[in-house]
């Protein structure tokens, strides 16, 4: 892939994955925790496993950068994450803060694992 193409591309995978995490954003009812972090980052955290595992070996690291580094890249957000955890503590909720960072680098975790045994599986 010609590389003014990949960046282009890149970019609007990119625009792709942050709509898509405001969707998730929008349809994830406001609650006492920061869920729709959870889910984007978890949801990313599978699909990179995916992506790395099946999508590099067949189409390409040109094509897997697109995918990982555009709209994952934008999709998923440690920013975000670390500041609902500030936010947590800061309220006094020091608890649901280590819940939350527990949960997240779990559930995140055994999600790119997972993705990633799914991505083998498929390669023939």
Do not use: D, K
């Amino acid at each position: 892939m010609i590389a003014v193409v990949r960046l282009v591309l890149i970019g609007v995978a990119g625009a792709a994955g942050a709509l898509c995490r405001l969707g998730i954003a929008n349809l994830v009812a406001a609650r006492t925790l920061p869920v729709a972090t959870l889910v984007v980052n978890v949801g990313g955290a599978f699909a990179l496993g995916l992506v790395l595992a099946w999508v590099s070996p067949r189409l390409g690291p040109a094509t897997a950068s697109v995918v990982s580094v555009g709209f994952l890249g934008a999709f998923t957000t440690f920013s975000t994450f670390a500041m609902e955890t500030v936010a947590l503590h800061q309220s006094g909720r020091a608890g649901a803060a280590a819940g939350y960072v527990a949960v997240s680098i779990g559930l995140g975790l055994a999600a790119a694992v997972a993705g990633q045994h799914l991505g083998r599986s498929l390669l023939p």
